[in-house]
């Protein structure tokens, strides 16, 4: 159901011309043929299907990116979604900045209910700031050579890879930031049990950034 509802906020995006990868890397055979008869059932020809192996959320990133033949690259998790003017927004910015542009982001807003709304703000970008504390929550959009170039996402520990991925894009390039609204988390009980083994995974990351590892 939340693939679907994600999927339909695609589709309602005010600019029209796009064309969504869904990497689906479930490890139980029952839930990929619903997965493939939901995408199936949108009877949408801009969206594309593709199964793989069970190997975590970068993986599946890395292996979504293979099959993109745009320049442009956007990230929707299956369980959030956008509101309806976020791809616009998202390429009018990016048409004020690049070429010097590598990751784009902007506020969000969360929910439970999809009545009641919480409005988070992020910050402008700074790079020192980001070793610090990881503020791009929800990478909204690159490039597919930007991604590539630098070895596309990487979980640390199994979490972490929207932190991680910004610091490396960043050694080169900047972020653009856009305060405006560009997602929707929507909040379960999923994300509450992932929580539980997010510490190894800070504890690695503040090792990496205190060794320099992201220059």
């Not at 998790?77 to 982001?105: F, H, Q, S």
């Amino acid at each position: 159901e939340m693939l679907v509802e994600a999927l339909q906020s695609l589709q309602r995006q005010t600019m029209r011309e796009w064309v969504c990868v869904v990497t689906d890397d479930s490890d139980i055979d029952k839930l990929r043929r619903k997965n493939k008869g939901a995408v199936s059932g949108l009877g949408d020809p801009r969206i594309a299907y593709y199964a793989h192996e069970h190997a975590g959320k970068s993986k599946a990133l890395n292996d979504g990116l293979t099959h993109v033949q745009t320049e442009l690259v956007s990230i929707l998790d299956d369980d959030d979604m956008y509101p309806p003017n976020a791809l616009a927004v998202c390429l009018e910015y990016w048409g004020r900045k690049a070429p010097d542009g590598g990751i784009l982001y902007g506020d969000y807003l969360t929910t439970q209910d999809f009545v009641n709304f919480q409005y988070v703000q992020s910050e402008p970008f700074n790079r020192s700031r980001l070793k610090l504390t990881d503020y791009i929550t929800s990478l909204v959009m690159t490039t597919k050579g930007i991604a590539e170039s630098v070895g596309g996402w990487e979980d640390v520990l199994g979490h972490n890879d929207d932190w991680d991925f910004p610091l490396k894009v960043t050694r080169k390039h900047t972020g653009i930031y856009v305060p405006e609204a560009l997602y929707i988390v929507r909040q379960h009980k999923g994300q509450k049990q992932a929580k539980r083994t997010m510490a190894a995974s800070m504890e690695e990351m503040r090792k990496r950034i205190g060794e320099n590892y992201y220059g």
